[in-house]
């Protein structure tokens, strides 16, 4: 019995050795093709940290390496604690999800009276975005000086569309959920998230702050620049200043380790900060447009992939950090790096297959993406054509296809991002969003007759598509 049990033990520890080179291998190929200097991840696997791991260097100026107690920003990342703290105040029924905000806010327009806590949980509000108000250059309070003062102006802006119509990520969404939290408590919000969060999971290294404050252990920001000292040549590598004025700071203000972040999520799985199952579904759950379709956002998570297996929710922030939660698999992985715009939210999902190859495939993009990398992104309609022949589950959705090959051709890969654009366009040829994005890299690559023909058809299917017509007036413009 004693041997049947130490062997047990044996090819457990083996299993788990495996499972960590893996995660090993493709965090290391990640750092290298995304250039990212310094990366922490950590893995929750039924109610507990089974890896933290830290590569890399958090300081390049200093050459600091990152420790399990470096801190990052962890960008809109914090909207997932803005969500658990109205959650809160959903069970204590100070908050009715589906109230309009004029219940709990004065002085606001009347076009914004009917607006619900809900749509602003979900971005589907349609208010002006109070970073236009900002300094677009620091994201401090720039020209307007004080809060009210930026208060008073972004109430004389219209709404971007009729709200519950159109999804719109947008912060001033969270910095009203702010003072509602605020109004309803009788105390700051970071006060309200200190008690009611931080110091429940006894998150040490979890703070608010930007490239102001001192943060014991805090890795500066970094990114490739494309631009420097007024020109345009090869992406350099440059230090990113970033200040969120704490009134904002709902909406992106918190730092936090992997580790932390892990603890926090054990803590709402466990019931500590939620007392309830359905109040963790209820914010988990996609909200709803007014036709009834569900958005791609839950109550503060911004990754919902409500699959048939392996159904995951998440969010990511700044494209430099990403958590990922898969409830019926009881796992969860965190992934905070140092490196602006480097996307970790492209394979986090390969690394908890690592954990359950099934995620691999459960998720249309992973397996994509997986496959394209060996295959080549060229063949990408030949390889989906072919997989939904023998696997009519496998149906790639159009949002995340799109937003993937922004994020490439945000990273220089205009090759492989002009064909998945091309691919969106294949599966979803009565879109006229996916020939407007098509467009947009066919005249960034120099194709501009075929790009004219593309934001023709957008419009067409969108007669109402005013980007695709201004765009179109500037190259006949130009032709003339």
């Not at 300094?135 to 004389?156: R, V, Y």
């Amino acid at each position: 019995m004693r041997i049947y049990f130490l062997l047990l033990f044996v090819s457990a520890q083996f299993f788990a050795q495996q499972i960590k080179t893996n995660v090993d291998e493709i965090i290391q190929r990640e750092m290298k093709e995304r250039k990212i200097p310094g990366l922490q991840i950590a893995v929750v696997k039924n109610g507990k940290i089974v890896l933290s791991q830290s590569y890399g260097m958090a300081n390049l100026q200093n050459n600091i390496p990152v420790t399990n107690t470096t801190v990052f920003p962890i960008n809109s990342n914090t909207k997932v604690f803005t969500g658990v703290a109205v959650m809160q105040l959903v069970e204590q029924n100070k908050i009715k999800l589906n109230d309009p905000i004029s219940k709990y806010l004065n002085d606001l327009p009347n076009e914004w009276q009917k607006i619900t806590v809900d749509q602003l949980l979900t971005h589907i509000s349609g208010l002006p975005d109070i970073l236009q108000l900002l300094d677009p250059m620091t994201g401090n309070i720039g020209p307007l000086k004080t809060e009210s003062a930026i208060w008073e102006k972004l109430k004389t802006l219209p709404l971007e569309f009729k709200t519950g119509e159109q999804f719109s990520y947008n912060q001033t969404n969270y910095y009203l959920l702010g003072k509602i939290i605020e109004k309803l408590t009788k105390e700051p919000f970071a006060k309200n998230f200190e008690e009611n969060q931080l110091k429940i999971v006894h998150l040490k290294n979890t703070v608010f702050g930007d490239s102001r404050d001192i943060i014991q252990n805090y890795a500066p920001s970094y990114r490739y620049n494309s631009y420097y000292d007024g020109k345009q040549g090869e992406a350099k590598l440059t230090n990113t200043y970033t200040e969120f004025p704490d009134f904002v700071r709902t909406g992106s203000g918190l730092n936090s380790t992997a580790e932390d972040m892990a603890n926090w999520l054990i803590a709402l799985q466990a019931g500590r900060l939620l007392k309830n199952q359905a109040t963790l579904d209820m914010m988990w759950t996609p909200g709803h447009f007014n036709n009834g379709t569900a958005t791609n956002w839950a109550r503060g998570w911004g990754i919902t992939k409500p699959r048939k297996k392996h159904s995951a929710v998440g969010m990511s922030g700044g494209n430099r950090s990403v958590i990922m939660v898969y409830p019926d698999d009881n796992l969860a992985i965190i992934v905070l790096t140092n490196l602006a715009g480097c996307s970790p939210e492209d394979f986090v999902e390969e690394i908890a297959g690592c954990y359950n190859q099934d995620i691999v495939k459960a998720d249309p993009l992973t397996y994509l993406r997986k496959n394209l990398r060996e295959k080549g992104f060229s063949n990408a309609i030949d390889f989906v054509e072919k997989e939904q022949k023998t696997n009519p589950s496998f149906n790639p959705n159009e949002s995340e296809l799109n937003d993937w090959a922004y994020r490439m051709m945000a990273n220089k890969k205009e090759k492989e991002a002009l064909e998945i654009f091309k691919l969106n366009v294949y599966l979803f040829p009565n879109s006229w969003n996916v020939y407007d994005s098509y467009g947009e890299i066919l005249l960034k690559i120099g194709d501009k007759n075929k790009a004219i023909e593309m934001y023709k058809k957008s419009i067409e299917l969108n007669p109402e598509n005013e980007n695709g017509k201004k765009i179109l007036e500037k190259l006949s413009s130009l032709s003339n």
